[in-house]
């Protein structure tokens, strides 16, 4: 998980501080699949309807959306699960760029075969 983390919100020392409620929520996430917005919100202790309390839900789950999160609407409802699918897309993304930055001629090598 601490790899996850890392990954996701960096290693800065403010950031380190959301670890514990970011593993939270994809504990709880995972358990149940999807948890609605308020739902999540609840389970963390944050009063979203506060200023503060939405901004703070919002720096824990803002870096997610584009890692292992996905938000879907059903009517006026948020509802988050967790997507391996769209992580696989990230860390593709990572190994593309890695390969063109560090691996001389990278066009004309052929594509590994972990990705056929």
Known sequence: MEELLVMIY????KSRKLYAEA???INLIRERGS???EE???????DINSQNGKKHFYNLVS???NTILVSEHRGKTVYY???YDLFRV???GIRRKAKYYLVKN???LKEDPDQQ
Request: proline letters at 7%; a neutral charge; charged letters at 20%.
């Open 63 to 65: 870096p997610m959306f």
């Open 106 to 108: 990278a066009d004309s």
């Open 90 to 92: 990230y860390i593709d």
């Open 35 to 37: 948890i609605n917005r």
């Open 23 to 25: 593993e939270k929520i």
């Open 10 to 13: 960096g290693t800065h020392p």
């Open 40 to 46: 999540l919100a609840n389970a963390l202790n944050i």
């Open 81 to 83: 699960r967790l997507s």
